[in-house]
């Protein structure tokens, strides 16, 4: 049987009650006091990324973090804000099993929420 182990995410903005396209992200994995950039994407027209984050023999149990660029994304769709609340969010998680892990961020110019999706 394939390892179906993988990390994917999705990110919806909230205030335009769309699916955030354009978006940049970057994963990092997290290493007790420092961390490893892995690699940047951006969000498709749904907004996911065109494919896994990490798969396979790829996705390693340990911890990383997600950092979707959601200040740079409202600026870009013209939001204007006196001062920008957010700009960089992280996301810290840790894969703990070889499974599916999807982790969705639901955003605004000034609030944003996430959990463990399917």
């Known amino acids: 049987m394939a390892d179906s182990a993988r990390l994917t995410t999705h990110v ?6 769309r699916p955030a396209r354009g978006m940049r992200l970057d994963l990092v ?3 007790g006091d420092h961390t490893h950039h892995l690699l940047e994407s ?3 027209a749904d907004g996911r990324v065109d494919r896994p984050l990490l798969e396979g023999e790829d996705l390693h149990l340990a911890a990383y973090e ?14 204007e804000l006196e001062t920008p609340f957010l700009d960089v969010v992280p996301v ?24 463990r999706g399917s």
């Not at 997600?66 to 939001?79: A, C, D, P, S, T």
């Not at 703990?96 to 110019?109: A, D, F, G, Q, W």
């Open 66 to 79: 997600i950092h979707f660029h959601v200040g740079q994304y409202f600026e870009r769709l013209g939001v």
């Open 42 to 44: 951006y969000t498709n």
């Open 92 to 115: 810290r998680f840790t894969l703990s099993e070889r499974s599916h892990y999807h982790v969705p961020l639901l955003v605004s110019p000034f609030a944003y929420s996430t959990y």
């Open 29 to 31: 994995l997290v290493h």
């Open 12 to 17: 919806l903005d909230t205030m335009h009650g």
